[in-house]
């Protein structure tokens, strides 16, 4: 292989770009801790109860590998179409803590992303990731 056809055969990099993904706003359970400063009136329009704490409305989950046996689970905040183009009602305001601090281009948003069948790292294997995970904790 010369190195023009290495260059050429290198995965193009990925583009992280949030608005026109919103794949883990759709995939995983997003918890709000009780340590966060939400008025009882947030509280009630955006999130709901779940095994004693609670979490965004609409987000409770199966988050498992198999898309077709996961329920349907997907921020109330979010609008939009999930990898088109997509908007967080509480963006600028008062999104839960977990939001901001959830890295784009990290292992569980490409995972979020391979169940959307957007493009993720070249170096990302979601069926290993849930591999080990099942080795890890025994979740079927
Ligand atoms: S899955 Fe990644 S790229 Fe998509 S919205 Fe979440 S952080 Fe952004
Ligand atoms: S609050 Fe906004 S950023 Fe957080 S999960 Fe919901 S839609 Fe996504």
Known sequence: MNAQSAVESQPMPIEYNCQTCGACCAFFTVPVDSTEQHGPEWLK???QPDSGSR???GTKGGNG???SKRPLNRCIALSGGVG???HCALY???RPQVCP???????????ARSA???PVDARFDSKAWWNTRQRVDGTP
């Open 45 to 47: 329009r955006w999130t």
């Open 84 to 86: 088109v183009a997509v």
């Open 55 to 57: 979490i965004m409305r």
């Open 116 to 118: 959307y069948h957007l």
């Open 65 to 67: 590998p198999d898309t």
């Open 92 to 94: 600028s305001s008062e």
């Open 101 to 111: 601090d959830f890295r784009p281009g990290c292992e569980l948003c490409n995972l």
